[in-house]
């Protein structure tokens, strides 16, 4: 449309400019927004970090102050026993010790965190004591494991860390001082036993912001004091073991930030070492009160910014918008100064097109008067042009005409579509056909109906050349025979290949009736019956026999149409046929061919399955019971081997005739393919043991007949089949029948040769969650979920040597399933050599990341692998791809292998086994006594590790076999230079009997459980 293009090329002059500045300064305002934001919230972030760090070195250093004063005071009152020594340099309390008893009582009296002092000489005896029964030895020597002293930065100064006195029932800090005489030589030794709950006071005098927290902790990490209290009392192990790792070092202060042990609340911690005590002060500050005056800040700055984000955009659209309707207000006056000369134009066309149109035109308003007429031959008009202005369109035309009309505008005003109307008219003594379309006339804005428009056109003609082409259309298609005939059945005329169909020429059939083709072989009425439907319906269409000139009968697909005249009287018939005796042959070969096996002619899996569906109705009809067999021949393809393809097919045959022969009348025999054959038994007993019987000797009178040798090909043959066996009722369908026939024979050939076998519900679920595990397999690991779960080994000091990654499969229904059930799956499936090679180079990245860690880095670890695995041909350059890959320490990665590997080919495991220890790779053998057991492989292979199975360690102290097995394992791995390890180590009890026996590293749920690698890294750094 010409407003259309105008539009188009003013849209595209328009300055783009004035569009995306105001856009691009907007962007650029709220990128410089959000970095001034982010600026600011991170330099008051710091301040906040800062601030904080500052006050925790503060009160840690205060803290560190007060604990060495009490300590000091301690430390002048141990001092000032050194008077007990007399000039001679003897003690003076070998000679008065009640008096120093009493001495000491005074000197303690004045302190009331020192709990007892007492004097002790060289040899350990307790010489005097401040508490009752002096001559007592002090616990410090009772203990079984007395508490270890560690040097103070003086070095005549020992201190204990906390250790548990049975005495006092509660913790105790020992403080001690060498008493030397005049020479510097020592003579005794003063003990100051200190009460740690006595020393929480100086704590509750400092004060402590929301969020602050002070503790003071041994050198073992535990507890003496902390401020505020928390649900950890005295004695309690609350810091990890890299903070006392950190204290042994000497670092001083230090900080670091972690979730609390005490209440799991995250803090900022400076931790800072008293130089006069072997003690740790920790000051900490909770994150969450340290950044609450942070956040809200952060909180109001993102609101400010979004508010003015917001402000920005609604002035952005603003400016667009009052643009834009500038644009668009141009645009509009430009377009109706367009239309105005557009409208002119049109109506000087359509007055000129009206004036050439031959047909006629009528407009009509909505009460049906003429408003207007034209011609291009006024000749066809029933009344002159000037008298049918005004007039009624009812009135001018005749009744039935009048109707067709009136029930067209009735149509018209009701649905405002168009409509067309058929009608003659008798003009001049003829009959003359016309077509009127009636469009309605309507204000586009009400939608208000102004009146209708009428284009009637002349179509006599159009009429008389429409019957004569559909005559023409019916009567010469080549690929058919077609004969004419009029109202009464007299042939008019045929074409060419009804001549050749029939014989007949056309010389001999017209002006004959169409009976003369009818044959006998229709019972009485069909043909009646036929012209019935033709006259009724307008057409018939069917199969029926035909004879032909020299009386030969034959099929024939006949067609008859009835033509019409323009009234819908029936004018002429249309006959076409065509010959399918060859098509009848052809689909009696291709029933054959759809239904029956090629081979041996039996019923095929097609007519079985109709069979089986026909069985199931008669049985729910009579309430009966029968059996389907599935029948699969044992060993058939070493007959093929043996006679060739075309002895198979001989033996099949064969096989097919007796299988036959022995089946009773309405019993049915089908081959599906291959070897296999499935029996239908019609009718059994009406109970279950009784048709079980039956069943049973149908299928063994089956085998029988099949164990008779067959001669064949110079050969004698003894065949045996497999037989599964499924008894069905109505309620079963053929696909279900078949399934569980299908799993009743795996069932039979699973139990060995010439067997037959019935299905029950147990095993149907059994191989469906079997078959439904095994498809889940394929997909687990490229689902994710395979993964490795660790659990660790030790030695004989409990110290971490290395782990085992064992293999774990999460699921989505199940859950866990358990190895031993996926395992057999994956190496039946071969998916145990994708699945293998993952777990290796997960371990391989384990430790390299482990080899990042001082605390991990000698760790050792442990892969068992399949010997299916093991004998693949490029396991050993998979496994040096893996290692060149990750770049992982291949001496710390070990090769688990079980017994089985070596029953068949020990040499080329040996040399697989060679070439991997030339990578650097180490073996163990596992679970070693369970299996093949053959001590003449241990001194060839190259083996590093015996693993002693766990079903010997369970029993070893209840069990004599068992212990003695495990004792010459142990006997036998030291005497090939093996290292042994113990797996299954549950308790304390067995671990010293195999300490005892030459056992030094051990694994078992008493050391940890397999858990995965980030649940287990606090027992790993153990």
């Known amino acids: 449309m010409p407003v259309s293009i105008s539009f188009g090329l003013s849209s595209s002059r328009r300055p783009l400019g004035r569009h995306w500045r105001p856009v691009v300064l907007y962007v650029a305002f709220l990128l410089v927004m959000l970095y001034s934001i982010v600026w600011l919230l991170r330099e008051q972030y710091v301040a906040e970090i800062q601030g904080a760090r500052g006050r925790l070195h503060a009160k840690g250093d205060l803290v560190v102050e007060l604990v060495e004063r009490s300590f000091s005071t301690a430390e002048q009152v141990l001092i000032g026993l050194s008077d007990l020594f007399d000039t001679a340099g003897q003690p003076v309390v070998m000679k008065h010790s009640d008096e120093v008893s009493a001495f000491l009582r005074k000197r303690g009296a004045g302190l009331d965190f020192i709990d007892e002092l007492f004097v002790m000489d060289t040899a350990g005896k307790t010489i005097a004591s401040s508490g009752a029964g002096a001559s007592v030895p002090p616990e410090l020597w009772q203990e079984q494991s007395p508490p270890r002293f560690q040097s103070s930065t003086h070095s005549d100064v020992l201190i204990t860390p906390l250790y548990w006195s049975e005495q006092a029932k509660s913790y105790r800090i020992l403080m001690a001082l060498r008493l030397r005489d005049a020479s510097g030589e020592v003579r005794a030794l003063a003990v100051a036993r200190i009460v740690p709950m006595k020393l929480d006071g100086m704590l509750r005098e400092i004060d402590l912001q929301p969020g602050e927290s002070i503790a003071i902790i041994d050198s073992n990490g535990r507890l003496l004091m902390r401020h505020p209290a928390a649900k950890v009392g005295l004695g ?475 001669a064949l090909a110079g050969h004698t043959l003894t065949v045996t089949a497999s037989i599964g066996i499924t008894l069905f009722r109505h309620d079963a369908t053929a696909d279900e029948l078949l399934r569980q026939a299908d799993m009743a024979l795996f069932q039979a050939k699973s139990l060995g040769r010439n067997m037959a076998c019935f299905f029950d519900q147990e095993m149907q679920e059994r191989i469906r969650q079997q078959t439904q595990l095994e498809k889940d397999l394929g997909q687990a690991l490229g689902n994710e979920e395979l993964f490795l779960v660790y659990q660790y080994q030790v030695d004989e000091f409990g110290k971490t040597i290395g782990a085992e990654a064992l293999l774990r499969w999460r699921h989505p229904l199940r859950g866990l399933v358990p190895p031993s059930e996926f395992i057999p799956i994956a190496e039946q499936q071969q998916v145990i050599h994708q699945i293998g090679l993952w777990v290796i180079e997960t371990a391989c990245r384990t430790l390299v990341a482990w080899s990042q860690s001082e605390a991990r880095a000698t760790l050792s670890l442990s892969v068992n692998v399949s010997p299916k695995q093991f004998h693949a041909p490029d396991f050993v350059q998979r496994v040096d791809e893996i290692l060149q890959r990750t770049e992982a320490p291949a001496n710390k990665l070990k090769l688990e292998v079980t017994e089985s590997l070596f029953m068949d080919d020990h040499e080329d495991i040996r040399q697989r086994m060679i070439a991997l220890k030339s990578l650097g790779v180490t073996f163990a053998l596992d679970d070693f006594g369970t299996g093949y057991s053959s001590l003449s492989y241990l001194k060839r292979l190259p083996l590093d590790q015996l693993k002693i199975d766990q079903s010997f360690v369970r029993d070893v102290l209840d069990n004599s076999t068992s212990s003695a097995i495990v004792a010459s394992t142990i006997a036998l791995a030291h005497t090939l230079e093996l290292d042994v390890i113990a797996e299954g180590v549950e308790n304390e009890a067995q671990r010293a009997w195999l300490l005892e026996n030459g056992c030094h590293c051990f694994q078992g749920y008493l050391f940890s459980i397999p858990a995965p690698l980030d649940q287990g890294s606090e027992t790993f750094c153990a």
């Open 236 to 710: 309690d192990v609350i810091t990890a073991a890299s903070t006392t790792d950190s204290f042994q070092e000497g670092e001083s202060p230090w900080e670091y930030s972690r979730a609390s042990r005490v209440d799991g609340k995250h803090r900022l911690y400076v931790a800072h070492r008293t130089d006069f005590v072997p003690l740790l002060v920790i000051a900490g500050q909770g994150t969450d009160e340290l950044l609450a005056g942070w956040t809200q800040r952060l909180w109001a700055l993102v609101f400010a910014g979004l508010l003015l984000a917001l402000l920005g955009g609604w002035l952005l659209r603003h400016i667009l918008a009052l643009w834009q309707a500038k644009e668009a207000l141009q645009h509009e006056v430009m377009e109706r100064q367009k239309a105005q000369e557009d409208a002119m134009s049109r109506e000087a066309r359509l007055r000129a097109l009206i004036g050439s149109m031959q047909d006629m035109l009528f407009v009509f308003d909505t009460k049906g008067h003429f408003i207007y007429v034209h011609a291009g031959d006024e000749d066809v008009l029933l009344r002159p042009k000037s008298e049918l202005l005004g007039m009624n369109i009812l009135d001018v035309l005749p009744s039935d005409v009048s109707a067709q009309i009136d029930a067209a505008l009735s149509d018209i005003e009701s649905t405002r579509a168009p409509q067309l109307v058929d009608y003659h008219l008798e003009l001049g003594g003829e009959r003359r056909f016309f077509s009127a379309l009636l469009s309605p006339l309507v204000y586009e804005e009400h939608g208000e109906l102004r009146g209708i428009l009428a284009v009637v056109r002349d179509v006599t003609e159009e009429q008389a050349q429409q019957v004569q082409l559909r005559i023409a259309a019916l009567a010469f298609e080549p690929h058919l025979g077609m004969m004419i005939t009029d109202v009464r059945g007299n042939i008019l005329k045929v074409n060419h290949t009804f001549t050749r169909i029939t014989g007949y020429m056309e010389s001999e059939v017209v002006g004959r009736t169409s009976c003369m083709l009818n044959s006998e072989l229709h019972e009485e009425g069909v043909h009646q019956r036929l012209w019935e439907e033709v006259l009724k319906y307008g057409s018939w269409q069917g199969e029926v026999w035909s004879q032909r000139k020299n009386g030969e009968a034959y099929p024939q697909w006949l067609t008859i149409s009835a033509v019409q005249d323009e009234c819908g009287q029936c004018t002429h018939f249309v006959g076409t046929l065509s010959d399918i005796s060859e098509s009848k042959a052809a689909e009696r070969e291709i029933h054959q061919l759809a239904f029956f096996d090629t081979l041996t002619g039996l019923p095929n899996r097609r007519l079985m399955l109709e069979r089986i569906d026909r069985a199931l109705v008669s049985h729910c009809r009579k309430e009966g019971f029968g059996a389907l067999m599935f029948l699969n021949l044992d060993d058939f393809k070493q007959v093929n081997e043996v006679l060739g393809y075309q002895g198979g097919d001989a033996l099949l045959k064969c096989i097919a005739q007796r299988l036959e022969s022995v089946l009773q009348e309405g019993d049915s025999l089908a081959r599906f393919g291959g070897d296999e054959f499935v029996v239908l038994i019609g009718e059994l007993e009406t109970s279950t043991p009784v048709e079980c019987r039956a069943a049973e000797c149908v299928a063994r009178t089956l085998l029988d007949v099949l164990e008779q040798p067959i």
